[in-house]
């Protein structure tokens, strides 16, 4: 095949791909979910394990946002007039006790009180580490874990352009 042919090719097979990514976007439930740990809040500060295993709940009070979130909080407002639901699917510590998770759950609540305190959330879910984040979810995932992405059903991104991939669904 000459060169100027398999270029044509590849052009419209990723004119195709990125069509059927759009369709896909739009037939999707309008639901925006993200992770904390290590996709909105960097829990990895300090002795910050040391002190999970400790069960001491102050990595969660005093982990730093991720992203610019004035910026994150004016997009969501945008998408969520349009229609979009924002949640947060989250997990407490792996191995903790009933105390701690509640501890967890409880820094976790004041940290987007804090950090995110103009978004209207319609879903806190602060569930038990390892349990599947893609039962009753839909739509979109931000998620840093290879493995709640792979599992998502709808379509899951890494933490790297967040305020990108949400500025194009805007
Ligand atoms: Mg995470």
Not at 21 to 27: A, H, S, T, V, Y
Not at 40 to 54: F, R
Not at 147 to 164: F, L, M, P, T
Request: avoid cysteine.
């Amino acid at each position: 095949m000459p060169a100027e042919n398999l270029l044509t090719n590849t052009l419209l097979y990723s004119i195709i791909y990125m069509k059927r990514e759009k369709k896909g976007i739009e037939k999707m439930a309008k639901e925006i979910w993200f992770d904390m740990d290590g996709t909105i809040a960097n829990l990895y500060v300090g002795n910050w394990l040391e002190m999970i295993i400790a069960e001491n709940p102050h990595p969660y009070k005093v982990a730093t946002p991720l992203v610019n979130m004035q910026v994150l909080a004016r997009t969501l407002n945008k998408l969520q007039k349009n229609g979009y639901k924002i949640g947060i699917i989250s997990w407490t510590a792996r191995n903790g006790s009933l105390a701690y998770n509640n501890a967890v759950k409880k820094a976790k609540m004041n940290w987007l009180k804090t950090h995110m305190n103009s978004v209207h959330f319609d879903n806190i879910d602060i569930v038990e580490y390892g349990t599947p984040k893609e039962i009753g979810r839909n739509g979109i995932l931000f998620d840093d874990e290879k493995v709640n992405r792979d599992n998502w059903n709808g379509i899951a991104y890494d933490v790297h352009d967040i305020i990108g991939v949400l500025k194009n669904l805007a």
